[in-house]
C-alpha cells in the first residue's frame, strides 16, 4: 500500500475527491524515488485510485516495471463532507456552529464514511490485487485516511483515531505480507522520508 506523494495545494483546503488536485514538483519527484526504491522489487501489478493524484505516484512504478497501471474505484479517498473547505483547528469550517452537528460522533465518523466501510473496500482492494499478483507483489496507491484504517482494522486496532498519530507519511509505504491467504506481518517503511499527517498538501 502506496501513500500518494505532496499534492499541489495552495489554499490548504481538504480536497477529498475533488478532481483537479495533481502532485507537486515535489510529489512528482517523491513518485519517482519511490519507482527507484522499488525498481529491483518483484512487482507484477500495479493499482491505482482514480484520483489524479495517486495516478501520478503510480505511473512511474508501472512504467519501470513495464506495466499496465489499473484501477480500483475501492482505493478512493475517504468520503468527506468538510471537502473542499479549510478545515485546520482554530480554522475555516470548524469555528463555525453550522458545521458543529457534523462532528457529534468521531466514532462513525458523523462528518464522513464508516471507518468499517473503509477497511472493508480497502480489503477489498487489496485481495484483490493479491490474487493477480499470486506469487509476486502488489503496488496499491491510495490515500491515507484509507491506509491507516484498513491497518488499524488488520492490526485488530480500533477504528477511531487521533489524526495527528497516524504513521502513514506522503508516499510512505505499507506493506502486507502475505503467506498464501494468510497476514504474517505488516511493514512500514518511508522511502522520500518522514510528513506530518497534518502536513499542507498531504
Aim: net charge neutral; with cysteine.
Amino acid at each position: 500500500m502506496l501513500r500518494h506523494g505532496e499534492v499541489h495545494n495552495p489554499t490548504g483546503i481538504l480536497y477529498g475527491r475533488l478532481p483537479g488536485f495533481k502532485l507537486s514538483e515535489r510529489g512528482q519527484k517523491q513518485a519517482l524515488t519511490v519507482a527507484e526504491h522499488l525498481a529491483d522489487h518483484d512487482i507484477v501489478h500495479v493499482v491505482a485510485s482514480p484520483l489524479d493524484r495517486a495516478q501520478q505516484t503510480a505511473s512511474p512504478i508501472a512504467d519501470s516495471h513495464r506495466l499496465e497501471l489499473a484501477t480500483d474505484e475501492r482505493l478512493i479517498e475517504a468520503d468527506n463532507q468538510f471537502e473542499g473547505l479549510k478545515v485546520a483547528v482554530g480554522d475555516g469550517a470548524l469555528r463555525s456552529p453550522s458545521h458543529w452537528p457534523k462532528l457529534v460522533n468521531p466514532f462513525r465518523p458523523s462528518w464522513g464514511e464508516p471507518y468499517l466501510e473503509i477497511a472493508h473496500r480497502m480489503l477489498g482492494a487489496v485481495q484483490r490485487a493479491r490474487l493477480a499478483a499470486e506469487g509476486h507483489e502488489a503496488v496499491c496507491v491510495s490515500h491515507q485516511l484509507p491506509i491507516w484504517t484498513l491497518r488499524r482494522f488488520l492490526e485488530g486496532k480500533r477504528m477511531w483515531h487521533d489524526p495527528r498519530r497516524r504513521e502513514c507519511s506522503l508516499a510512505s509505504l505499507t506493506s502486507l505480507v502475505f503467506e498464501g491467504e494468510q497476514l504474517v506481518r505488516v511493514v512500514y517503511t518511508e522511502p522520500v522520508g518522514a510528513t506530518s499527517p497534518r502536513v499542507t498538501g498531504a
